[in-house]
């Protein structure tokens, strides 16, 4: 049974930092893309970056490209998300999504396992 959960939501200035963790358990997940997606209040769950678990391939929404940074820790089966320069219109649930296959995407439907979620609020 894979198991992701998330960690490290909070509620943060306009400005600052936040770095959200992804532990994964049940597979060996070197062979896995690993996502981070975000949804907020009345809009739908939209693509923020992905990684091969490997970290070879990363790939990101424009929206955060140059203050987000997503990478994986293959000893710890954990993906991370270091948020910076943090915006009002980043808050939102934050979710860890996992592939079956090494190939990073920025469909949701192509994600085969989610964590629960992790709130962020960013505030003005």
């Known amino acids: 049974q894979v198991q992701l959960v998330e960690s490290g939501g909070g509620l943060v200035q306009a400005g600052g930092s936040l770095r959200l963790s992804c532990a994964a358990s049940g597979r060996t997940f070197s062979t896995f893309a690993m996502g981070w997606f975000r949804q907020a209040p009345g809009k739908e769950r939209e693509f923020v970056a992905a990684i091969t678990f490997n970290g070879r391939t990363t790939n990101y929404a424009d929206s955060v490209r140059g203050r987000f940074t997503i990478s994986g820790d293959n000893a710890k089966d954990t993906v991370y998300l270091q948020m910076n320069s943090l915006k009002p219109e980043d808050t939102a649930v934050y979710y860890c999504?996992?592939?079956?296959?090494?190939?990073?995407?920025?469909?949701?439907?192509?994600?085969?396992?989610w964590g629960q979620g992790t709130q962020v609020t960013v505030s003005s």
């Open positions: 999504a996992a592939r079956r296959t090494a190939v990073p995407s920025s469909n949701r439907y192509n994600y085969n396992y």
